[in-house]
């Protein structure tokens, strides 16, 4: 059995998709952000001194990061000594160049995408936050810092992913992979921030996700989970 520790609002819900595509049992574990600092709270720490989620818990395995919880997922569910996990296509097999696009998403996902959407999302809460006497300031200084550096950086981003998705339906190939999971975050929340609404060929790429039944079931379990929260 596989548990997820899962943060409202937040990327663990990738780790429960990919569960879900997996076809594996699991569980559930939901935290609510604190209300002060919009954090995870202190009880995750209980499960790992990082105290962020998402975390796995699998047999003695206790793991925190995304991208090494996807890993060791396909590694555990795999049906044959190799590394492909041919039963459900995540992780194309190391001999094809599928195998390598797929890990450049999976890792720009983290590395390149995700980083620059957080801190348009940090400045965009400091033009709201900050004390009425500075705020003047604040927007100023937070529009030259997104006009300078991230805004250039999530513009090159999205152009970028564009061009690539016009010629695949999914981010490698015609089938759901590992890099799916990993990008799925990052573009639900660009397509609900409208930052996509001049990319059609993301906009669809996004409904094409949305409208998958193991998407939707890893919302609904999410969303039962969340409710105990209330």
């Known amino acids: 059995m ?97 195998y390598i696009d797929v890990q450049f998403w999976s890792h720009f996902a983290e590395g390149s995408f995700a980083p620059p959407l957080v801190a348009s999302l940090v400045l965009s809460k400091v033009k709201v936050k900050a004390p009425w006497l500075i705020r003047p300031i604040a927007i100023k200084l937070a529009d030259a810092i997104m006009g300078a550096y991230y805004g250039k950086v999530i513009a090159r981003n999205l152009a970028f992913i564009e061009n690539h998705l016009q010629s695949n339906t999914w981010f490698v190939g015609d089938s759901i992979t590992l890099a799916d999971v990993q990008m799925s975050f990052g573009m639900e929340r660009v397509y609900n921030a409208g930052m996509i609404s001049a990319f059609p060929t993301m906009c669809a790429y996004v409904e094409r996700l949305l409208a998958e039944p193991s998407f939707q079931q890893a919302k609904r379990k999410i969303e039962d989970a969340e409710a105990s929260l209330e």
Do not use: M
């Not at 209980?46 to 990061?65: F, Q, R, S, W, Y």
């Open 2 to 98: 596989f548990t997820v520790h899962h943060l409202t609002q937040s990327r663990s819900q990738r780790i429960v998709w990919l569960l879900e595509l997996t076809n594996v049992e699991y569980q559930i574990v939901p935290y609510a952000r604190d209300r002060e600092t919009n954090l995870a709270p202190n009880e995750l720490k209980k499960i790992h001194p990082l105290g962020a989620a998402p975390v796995l818990v699998h047999n003695d395995t206790v793991l925190a990061e995304s991208g090494a919880i996807c890993e060791y997922i396909l590694q555990q569910t795999s049906t044959t000594q190799d590394t492909s996990t041919q039963k459900s296509g995540l992780l194309p097999p190391r001999e094809q160049q599928a």
